[in-house]
């Protein structure tokens, strides 16, 4: 459901505003809210001088489970924390991301559209860590292996091979670390887990 707002300012073109909610919703308070963090981003270069509201686009407002023994609900929906998101930081700068089929560690997920449907069961994910390096960094500090190894041998498909060695792995520090081994035997660290 989402709502236009047309800015008509003094000496400069209008400026068009959308205002949007993931699902169909009814409360002025929640539209109120979406429009405070939507026009929160907007900047004015001249005095305004008009508002034009329209409908853009209209939805029946989805039927909630509700729990027969709860006297209210609790929490967000995911399409309304969603709608929050997206007036606050803007459309494009909200993204989910979906499990592929490539057993390559930095083409193993992509972003999609938020909540969207994965493309992939989650049962085939493997553990992997929170945060992944964009390259892989030189291990340089003492280390404890605790699981592996689990080789990857992939990528001749497509021009890139790799034939890694990964173990998970602690430091003198505590931190748990993704690792790995090549075949000339130099050793990595390709990310951390939280």
Known sequence: MS????????????????????????RANAWLKLSTLTLSNVTLEAPLQALTLKVEHMQPRA???RDLFSAKRKGLTAKALLSILQAKLGKDAVRGVCVTDDPRPEFATQYVAPLSESQTSLDSVLLRPTFLFPTPKPLSQQVVIVHGPERLTTGWWDG???VRDYFIARDTQGC???IFR??????FMHGMFS
């Open 176 to 178: 748990w670390l993704w």
């Open 160 to 162: 890139q091979p790799q």
């Open 182 to 187: 090549t075949e000339t035997q130099r050793w």
């Open 63 to 65: 039927e909630e489970a």
């Open 3 to 26: 709502l236009k707002l047309t800015l008509t300012m003094r000496d400069v073109p209008d400026k068009e505003v959308l205002i949007a909610a993931a699902e169909g919703e009814y």
